[in-house]
């Protein structure tokens, strides 16, 4: 079983990974067989470590230009819930152009891996 502090670290290697976009990095938070939703209406998830790696690799976002922070709000076994919120700037790195509150559903294996993902978000609606 998984708790709210290993939720909470993943949740942190899963931002630096992004912002570094470093294979092994991203490869760390998943299991060999993970499947990883984007949408949780992906009638396909993303099969497999190696798939996820690339589908990150080949989708970059610009340096410097988003920003990220997810806590988990629950914790059952082997599976946890996060929510968050996620920023996209313009080219200076603070303008804010775009906010996404994000909702993760994550299963883990016993050595602490993803083995399941499923992302849920909504855009900030503008002033």
């Known amino acids: 079983m ?3 502090a290993h939720v909470e670290r993943w949740l942190a290697d899963y931002v630096s990974a992004w912002k570094s976009y470093d294979s092994a990095a991203i490869g760390a938070l998943f299991s060999s067989d ?3 939703r984007y949408h949780p209406y992906d009638d396909e998830p ?3 470590r190696e798939a996820v ?3 990150w690799l080949a989708n970059r976002d610009k340096p410097n230009t988003y920003d990220a922070e997810y806590k ?3 914790v059952d076994g082997n599976t946890a819930v996060a929510q968050g919120r996620t920023q996209y700037f313009a080219d200076d790195g603070k303008t804010l152009q ?3 509150h994000n ?3 994550m299963r883990f294996d016993g050595e602490g891996y993803c083995t399941d993902f499923t992302e ?3 855009q900030t609606p503008k002033s």
């Open 2 to 4: 998984i708790d709210h």
């Open 34 to 36: 993970a499947t990883y």
């Open 46 to 48: 993303l099969r497999g």
């Open 53 to 55: 790696i690339a589908s």
């Open 72 to 74: 988990p709000i629950a």
């Open 98 to 100: 775009r906010e996404f």
């Open 103 to 105: 909702l993760f559903v």
């Open 120 to 122: 849920w978000y909504m």
